[in-house]
């Protein structure tokens, strides 16, 4: 007899990390908790959702979720992860279920949106996600990994720093250098603590000639996530350099990846690497929408504009500022409105002068670090 979905009892915890390793992490020599130590935890047990049948754990997901403070508003995002089933009882919705108690979840904890990292877009479509912000990445590569490709460009070198690739790093420390974010999930000491155990998470620091940390980089995390960096803070031209080092001692390709507002990394990326890569962050779905868009008024009424307007009217959303108004048939299209990649400067249709003013702001800019994603 199936039960569920439904959150864990306390005491069915191992057999809810003994079913995601089965599934998830088979031939693996540590368990998939490990990788994913905030979410997948006894602490998080109230936000998994598990479909058993006699007794016996068949379909998993869990909602971690995260507050993300940007120079526009503060967020509460949840994110959605871990999502699978057991084979044998696949084509049964049972993952849907799970899903939709996530999501369930995530409105009785006050969370804005939700988003996942899938590539799965139909499916996930049919719950009102959508592909919506920005990752660029950057590849870099000398020569000796690539003989073919001309021109390489090679890094330049600082003397003055000092490198160092070990996980013996203080968390403090990190918490510093990572507090100097714009945008960032809140975290504390003991979330580095944590994260800094993951298997394969590889820190790299760069050290000033007064031993201090003013940059750092993380590359992998579990299986997933080898050879690139999904998470770094320090200056630009401190980062670049460390960067490189990681490329040097691993000797192979290394991928940088960045959100769309790091525009000055972004800038000394530019001309280190052949080519940027633009991407999706990730399927974002709208929780309080009405909630998200008061927000955003508020956040441009801030910046002097006073006669904003994002509402919703029945299905249909509207935005615009005075009696200068349009129309967005689907809520997928405001998902890619507010964070992108749907940016305001580019609709044609609507006027230059609420084109230019509402590009202050938008798109939101978002991003979820590595060892915050699920």
């Not at 992860?81 to 999501?103: E, F, M």
């Not at 201090?212 to 998470?231: F, M, P, R, S, T």
């Not at 690497?273 to 399927?283: R, V």
């Not at 309080?288 to 910046?303: D, G, P, S």
Request: charge should be negative; charged fraction near 20%; hydrophobic fraction near 40%.
């Amino acid at each position: 007899m199936q039960q569920g979905p439904r959150s864990p009892q306390s005491h069915e915890f191992n057999q809810v990390v003994d079913f995601l390793n089965t599934q998830l992490r088979e031939n693996h020599q540590w368990p998939i908790a490990s990788e994913y130590p905030t979410a997948l935890s006894a602490n998080n047990i109230h936000n998994m959702s598990i479909i058993t049948e006699d007794e016996k754990i068949v379909s998993h997901a869990v909602l971690k979720t995260l507050i993300i403070k940007t120079p526009i508003a503060i967020f509460k995002v949840g994110a959605i992860g871990s999502v699978v089933t057991d084979p044998v009882h696949r084509q049964k919705g049972l993952s849907r279920k799970n899903i939709a108690h996530c999501l369930q979840l995530a409105e009785e904890q006050d969370c804005d949106f939700v988003i996942l990292w899938t590539d799965q877009f139909d499916f996930y479509r049919k719950f009102g996600f959508e592909l919506a912000g920005y990752e660029l990445s950057y590849v870099l590569e000398n020569a000796s990994v690539n003989h073919k490709k001309l021109n390489t460009i090679t890094p330049t070198t600082n003397d003055s720093l000092k490198f160092m690739a070990s996980n013996q790093v203080s968390p403090e420390a990190l918490l510093k250098l990572y507090a100097q974010h714009t945008v960032q999930p809140l975290r504390t000491i003991d979330d580095f603590r944590q994260f800094l155990k993951i298997p394969n998470s590889n820190l790299y620091t760069a050290w000033n000639s007064t031993n201090q940390l003013v940059a750092y980089a993380v590359e992998g995390k579990g299986i997933d996530l080898i050879n690139y960096v999904h998470e770094w803070a320090g200056k630009s031209e401190a980062l670049v350099e460390l960067f490189w080092f990681i490329q040097n001692q691993k000797q192979q390709p290394l991928t940088i990846m960045t959100p769309y507002h790091s525009f000055n990394l972004r800038q000394h990326l530019a001309t280190q690497t052949q080519f940027e890569h633009k991407g999706f962050l990730g399927m974002i779905k709208l929780i309080k929408t009405e909630q998200i868009l008061t927000k955003v008024k508020k956040a441009f009424r801030a910046e002097g504009v006073e006669h904003i307007v994002f509402e919703k009217q029945n299905s249909h959303y509207i935005f615009g500022i005075g009696s200068d108004l349009y129309t967005l048939e689907n809520e997928s299209d405001l998902v890619q409105l507010l964070f992108g990649p749907l940016e305001i400067k580019n609709l044609s249709f609507v006027s230059d002068n609420t084109r230019q003013i509402m590009a202050q702001l938008l798109p939101l800019p978002l991003w979820i670090w590595g060892w915050d994603s699920i």
